[in-house]
Structures are given as C-alpha cells and as structure tokens.
C-alpha cells in the first residue's frame, strides 16, 4: 500500500515504510545533534575550567617566582654580610697575631686594660640591668595605674548613666506634679528639685489654722493630688517635714511647743497619704523639724510666714550610685 505525503513543499508518493524510515533517520540524526551539542558543551565547560586552573598555576608560578627572588636577595644579603664577617675575622686574626708578637710588659699592660674594661662592661652590664628591672617595676606599676584609671572611668561613666537616669525619673515626677497642682499659686505651694531630691513646700495657710493638726479641705485636694502622683512612681521614698516659726504657743494643752506641733501636723499628713490616699505606709517617713530649719528670717511676718511650712520631700532610690561610688572608693 503506498501513500502520498508532501515534503518540503514537493508532493511525491513514495511507499510508507520508507516515509517512516526517513524520519526515524532524521529524528536519529537531530538525537546525535542534540547529542554532539551538549558533548561540545561540556567541553567548552572543560576548557573554560581549564583554562582557569591554567591561570591560577600562572599566578602560583608568579608568587613562587617572587618568593624565589626573595629568597634569592635575601641570600645575596647573606653572603655579602659572609663576605664581611670573613673579612672582618681576617682583620682580628692579624691584629691577635700583632697583639701576641707585643713584648710581655705591653702585652701585660694590654691585658690590665682589657681586664679594667672588662669590669667596666660587666658594672654597665649591672647597671644596665638594675635599670630594666626599675623600668619593669615602672611599667608594671603603669599598668596597673592604667587599668585601676580605666576600672575607674567605667565607674564614672556608669554614675554618670546612673545619675542621668535619676534626675530623667525625677523630672518625670516632678512634671507630673507640676501638671497635677497646677491648680494651686506659688503662695500656697512651690515644687522644687535640688541635690538629688523634689520638695513639695506647702504653706500652714493651705494645710493648717494657727496651731492646729486638722487639715483643711483644700489642703486634703492638694494632698491628694500628691499622692495619686507618687502612687504611680517606683523607687522613691518620701519624706514629710514639719516646720514652724520660732514664735512660742500660748496653749498650755498638747502641744506643747512648735516641735510637738511640726510633729503632729507630719504623722497627720503622713496617716492622710498612706490610710485615705493609698501610700504605701513603708515608703513615708514623718519628722518634725519644729523651728529649727527656717527658710527665711523670723524677725518680721513675712519670714515667719515662709518657715511656717509643711515639705513633702520625694527621695529617688540611689542604691545603684551608692554602690557605684563605693566600688570607686576601694579603687583609690
């Protein structure tokens, strides 16, 4: 049976079995193509890998050619420095030879001088080693300047962190009190911050009558306000003074003096901020300063005014400086 399939763009009949072999024998050919294709691939891949080792044994050659004319300049140094050293050998025979040929007086005098300087190199050789023992102790005890100095400026720089971070936290609190007695005039009250440390300063008209311990109204705002403040602070303690003026009270009943009332009037604002505002009780301290810390001159009312006073006193928590500046005390 024969069939008719156009090739190439010519039409032909040829027999079928002979149409199939012609492609098989393409298909087989364009195999052994693809075959030859990638066999001259790879070896291009060969030759390009080739070709790199050839160029790293050019560089290897290079380097040992160096290292050969290194060595080679540095043996030519050698024999030069030979060269001299026979020369100078030479030199010294002779001269032992001309020293030997010396009469016997000159040759004993020869060897007083040699045995004079002898002892002379043997006391700067003494010396000389004495001076690098001093030096050696020198720079030891350089060393140990240096790393005692450096242990000491690390210590520095952690006060210095430390510092930084308390007066940061102090500066929030004492923010946050501003904001919360904004409410109140410097009359009444005045926040300020010196050596470490925030004072409340409130005055007797915002707190107390005359002599009295009962906190007014507006004084409990005030206090109040404080407390709600120090509620959220950690790592503070806080103190509260009491002050009065140097005027006697005529009241024979308790108290008896201003330092019994500076007394009473700080247990009671202490018992107002831990009992009714929420301090922690372990956190506040009460004194009683009576009129022994003025602020100002009791010689007119004005002075008197400013002593008669209550101060709140918040105290950051200085452990960590503590120990700082003890472990830089027992480097000194």
């Known amino acids: 049976m024969f069939s008719c399939v156009a090739v190439l763009g010519l039409s032909a009949c040829v027999p079928s079995r002979q149409y199939n ?59 030069r420095t030979n060269r001299e050293l026979r020369e100078i050998e030479s030199l ?51 060393d140990s300047l240096i790393s005692a100095i450096a242990a000491k400026e690390k210590r520095i720089d952690e006060l210095e962190t430390a510092l930084n971070n308390m007066n940061e936290k102090l500066l929030v609190v004492r923010t946050s009190l501003e904001k919360a007695l904004s409410g109140f005039n410097s009359s009444e009250l005045t926040i300020t911050q010196d050596g ?72 009671t604002i202490v018992k107002l901020l831990t009992k009714d505002y929420g301090l922690d009780p372990k956190l506040v301290e009460a004194t009683g300063r009576g009129e022994f810390v003025p602020k100002a001159s009791n010689d007119d009312a004005a002075g008197r005014s400013l002593n008669r006073r209550t101060e709140i006193v918040i105290i950051p928590d200085i452990e960590e400086i503590t120990n700082i500046l003890n472990q830089l005390s027992t480097t000194e």
């Open 196 to 267: 470490g440390r925030i004072y409340i300063n409130i005055s007797e008209k915002l707190l107390f009558a005359s002599g009295s311990t009962t906190v007014d109204p507006k004084g409990k705002d005030a206090l109040q306000q404080v407390a709600n403040v120090l509620k959220q602070q950690k790592d503070v303690s806080i103190k509260v003074e009491g002050h009065t003026d140097n005027v006697p009270l005529k009241s024979a009943n308790f108290p008896k003096d201003n330092w019994d009332l500076s007394v009473l009037r700080a247990t």
């Open 92 to 142: 010294l025979n002779t001269r032992i030879k001309e020293i030997l040929a010396i009469s016997t007086s000159e040759n004993q005098q020869l060897n007083e001088e040699l045995a004079q300087r002898m002892n002379e190199l043997a006391e700067k050789e003494r010396l000389a080693s004495e001076r690098e023992m001093a030096l050696n102790r020198q720079q030891r005890n350089i």
């Open 21 to 79: 072999d012609v492609v098989t024998a393409r298909d087989k050919m364009q195999a052994e193509n693809e075959l030859l294709n990638n066999a001259i691939v790879a070896k291009d891949k060969q030759v390009a890998d080739l070709n790199e080792m050839l160029e790293e044994r050019a560089d290897s050659l290079r380097r040992v050619t160096r290292d050969f004319n290194d060595l080679q300049a540095n043996y030519d140094r050698l024999e």
